[in-house]
């Protein structure tokens, strides 16, 4: 893709120059909604929102013009379906919070509430990271353990005898987490209890894609990079009959 370059000594009010910011915009959003597409059955996935934003400049004559570049990306929030598997180790997050897993590169957070007992008897994702409760430690489990409850609140259970609680972490931006690949998500900010959170054990949370908004979200910026080209075409068929006319003129 052809970058604009917005410098004071061309002509940056030419149309040209604004279609191909619009272009390089449709193209990052075109990237982005295809991500989504991809991860429409990732469980725990959150979809992703390319922000425009209005990038004023001036020309030589010291004129304003107004561009469109990316203003970043957020991601919706909001809890994804919640699907029943029935395996008694899948866990799905209603509301705010992630999980925390230990990892080689330090702590991670997922929505992936896909879990395992490991050989060790501790309670793993299905990558194999260590699961943590609230401190922060491993959970371990009896190696001969048939049944578990897992509570609402997180809460390890079998007979009455209790072996940990899930941590639920949340953060002041969840915005500002980076996704990592693999549902996992990293970040700096120092992690809070989550509070407004319901677990539901036998189930997992679905992807908040909806492959249809985002096929036609797809179509949406298809048609509008195509009309961004049309216009840049349209614009130099337009100067190269002006230069034409003024060279036979000349």
């Keep these: 893709m052809a970058q604009v370059q917005m410098k004071r000594d061309i002509p940056i009010q030419k149309p040209g120059a604004i279609m191909l910011s619009m272009q390089e915009l449709q193209w990052y959003k075109l990237s982005i909604a295809a991500n989504n597409l991809s991860n429409a059955s990732t469980p725990g996935f959150k979809s992703q929102i390319v922000l425009v934003e209005e990038a004023r400049l001036k020309n030589k004559d010291h004129k304003a013009v107004s561009f469109v570049k990316s203003g970043g990306i957020v991601r919706d929030l909001t809890t994804g379906p ?82 940990g609680k899930l941590g639920v972490a949340s953060f002041k931006d969840e915005n500002a987490l980076s996704a990592e690949g693999n549902t996992l998500y990293k970040t700096d900010q120092d992690p809070v209890p989550a509070v407004y959170f319901k677990l539901t054990q036998g189930a997992i949370e679905d992807s908040n894609v909806s492959p249809m908004q985002e096929s036609i979200r797809l179509m949406e910026i298809l048609r509008l990079f195509e009309n961004a080209q049309k216009v840049i075409e349209d614009y130099e ?14």
């Design 82 to 163: 919640i699907k029943g598997t029935g395996n008694p180790l899948d866990v799905a997050i209603s509301g705010s919070g992630y999980f925390m897993v230990a990892t080689p590169s330090g702590r991670r957070y997922t929505r992936n509430g896909q879990f395992l007992v490991s050989d060790q008897g501790i309670l793993v994702t299905s990558a194999g990271q260590s699961v943590l409760n609230q401190s922060g430690s491993e959970i371990l489990l009896p190696r001969d353990l048939k049944q578990i409850s897992i509570a609402e609140d997180g809460t390890l259970s079998n007979n009455g005898v209790t072996f």
């Design 237 to 250: 068929q337009i100067l190269k009959k002006t230069i034409n006319a003024s060279s036979r003129n000349s």
